[in-house]
């Protein structure tokens, strides 16, 4: 198979994990729903309807284009475009996959008609393998400072393979740093086929982590996992370099890929900042919540929420606890963005007097 085939059957499988994804979480790309949109500032409109429909029409039109018409090299620009502006309407819509897709998009943007020289499509596949490694670099990274921070980390172990005792803070530390791992050994000539081995096993925990039938997001997490191992094998697997020396160096020569590069291995430091989400940085999957994603309310408050809401709550002394996290999950198909920021603008937008509120994060 050669570099060509490759970027196609890449954009093919992009192309359908996306449009897997927009399936089973529509409403999240949709205005009329109960889980509260959250614009990108105060002042930004609310979508009216039907525009969100032609928006979302758009780029599911654009997915399906662009895995037919392979080298037709506008629908790339297209999606990004698409999904920045739906972006804007709703934080919610800042999954970690939809950033990542993102990002390959951005990477299978136009190339004129120089695109099929050995040149460029060696640059292709090195930015596919940057923004795979750095996935896991990254995830790891986040991983490990949660257990640091106050030791909530998943129980990996737990939800993978119940009942083999062993001790779960171990679990804390352990994975994340193979997680580390594992993007360094892809990303090296020589230990590419360990990392590969090493990367096509987290996949496999991660969907039976995250992939449980009894979990909301189950669907999501197979559809993006999965698509993920397949990535794993099409850009790692096989002779694909042309040139003898690395084409890295030749990607930071084109604009685009170096703002790609800075956005993957970068960026992500300013979330010690606190001026980068969570969820931009880990691509992989959904890092440790540290921040509190529930509210409590009055029980007179509570009669008030949505019926998707109501699946949420929980009794508590003070009254009613809503999980923000399951109100997502149970009615978007996708986790709540643990920001400090998401979950007071998700409690002001709440259908409810905020003076019958008893209590928040």
């Known amino acids: 198979m050669n ?10 499988l992009l192309s359908l994990a996306m449009l897997a994804a927009l399936a089973v979480s529509y409403k999240l790309w949709l205005g009329q729903r109960d889980f509260p949109l959250v614009p ?20 599911g039109l654009s997915l399906l284009l662009a895995a037919i018409f392979r080298k037709n090299r506008i629908f790339p620009f297209l999606i990004v475009t698409l999904l920045v502006v739906l972006a804007l309407f709703d934080q919610n819509r800042w999954q970690s996959w939809v950033y990542f897709y993102g990002l390959m998009w951005v990477v299978l943007m136009p190339f004129g008609r120089y695109f099929h020289r050995y040149q460029d499509t060696d640059r292709i596949i ?10 896991f670099v990254w995830t790891g990274i986040l991983g490990l400072n949660a257990a640091y921070s106050d030791g909530n980390a998943l129980s990996w172990l737990g939800q993978v393979a119940p009942g083999y005792g062993f001790p779960n803070h171990w679990m804390n530390w352990m994975l994340p740093a193979v997680e580390v791992l594992t993007g360094g050994l892809l990303l090296l000539k020589m230990t590419r086929y360990l990392g590969v081995g090493l990367a096509i096993s987290l996949q496999i925990m991660y969907l039976f ?9 189950a669907f ?6 999965g698509s993920l191992l397949l990535f794993t094998i099409l850009l790692f697997v096989g002779r694909t370099d042309h040139n003898k020396r690395s084409s890295f160096v030749d990607c930071l020569k084109v604009p685009l890929y170096r703002a790609v590069l800075l956005l993957v291995w970068l960026a992500p430091a300013l979330y010690f900042t606190g001026y980068w989400d969570t969820n931009l940085a880990a691509q992989l999957h959904p890092v440790p919540q540290q921040h509190d994603v529930s509210v409590t309310v009055g ?3 509570s009669e008030l929420l949505p019926a998707s809401a109501q ?15 399951r109100w997502s999950k149970t009615e978007l198909r996708v986790p709540l963005i643990p920001e400090p920021r998401m979950v007071q603008e998700l409690v002001e937008e709440l259908p409810a007097d905020e003076d019958l509120l008893a209590g928040h994060p």
């Open 299 to 301: 029980t007179e408050v």
């Open 220 to 225: 999501m997490a197979w559809i993006h996992h």
């Open 3 to 12: 570099r060509l085939q490759r970027i196609q059957i890449w954009q093919v």
């Open 40 to 59: 990108v500032a105060d002042w930004w409109p609310v979508m009216p309807h039907p525009f969100d429909w032609i928006l979302v029409g758009g780029l």
């Open 209 to 217: 982590a995250f992939g449980r039938p009894e979990q909301a997001s």
């Open 311 to 325: 699946k949420a709550l929980k009794p508590c002394p003070e009254g009613m606890v809503l999980d923000l996290n």
């Open 126 to 135: 090195m930015m596919g393998r940057q923004l795979m490694g750095a996935a």
